[in-house]
Every structure is written in C-alpha cells, then in structure tokens.
C-alpha cells in the first residue's frame, strides 16, 4: 500500500503541471496565489516521498492521509467538476488526491516493515 500512494502523491504532482483547466496548469497559476499553489504541489510530494522509504510507520500514512485531505479540502466539491470537467491535469490531481486518501487510510492496517 505505500508505494500505492507514494504513485498517486506522483501522478498527483505530474498533474499540477499538466493543463488543468482553460490550458492553465495549477503552476501557472502560481502567479496569483503562490503560498496556495505550493501547498498544494507540497501536500502531493510528502506521500511521494514517504510512499518511497524504506520503512511505513502509522505516523507515515498518518501523514500522507492528513496531505491527501489537505487537498481533497482545499478542492472541496470542485473536485468532482475537475474530474469530470476538468482536463488531463485537473482530473490526474483530483483522482490522485481522492485515491490516495482511501491508500494512505488502507495502509494503517499493514504491518510495519522490519
């Protein structure tokens, strides 16, 4: 289950790249509000990085799961539009985000590796 969210932090950070909606990426729009962008492109790469480590702690998905709620927050129902609507971008961040979330939260029940 961690390399699973530590893929979606990644398809989920590819994607703010990648034309979301209009032609725009979210790093475009980083003009207008950069502590947001960057908040968002920040709660995509912790999962990313702590999907990769070695060992998963509780504290690991813990953390993944508050980034990936962090997102799915900040969209709110929008999400569902960017999905829907929403360009290659836009629904890489919003599926991303959404399975991710449901990962991180699934892979409390593992075992910690030793």
Request: charged share 10%; hydrophobic share 55%; glycine share 14%.
């Amino acid at each position: 289950m961690k390399k699973t969210f530590a893929l979606f932090g990644l398809v989920g950070l590819l994607g703010c790249f990648l034309p979301m909606i209009l032609g725009f990426s979210l790093f475009e729009a980083r003009h207008g509000n950069y502590l947001e962008v960057m908040l968002i492109m920040t709660a995509f790469a912790i999962p990313m990085f702590l999907g990769f480590a070695d060992k998963l702690y509780p504290t690991a998905s813990l953390l993944a799961a508050g980034c990936f709620g962090y997102i799915v927050w900040r969209f709110g129902f929008d999400i569902k539009d960017l999905i829907i609507h929403g360009q290659i971008g836009g629904k890489a961040m919003g599926i991303s985000a959404l399975a991710g979330l449901v990962a991180s939260l699934g892979s409390l029940g593992e075992k910690p590796a030793t």
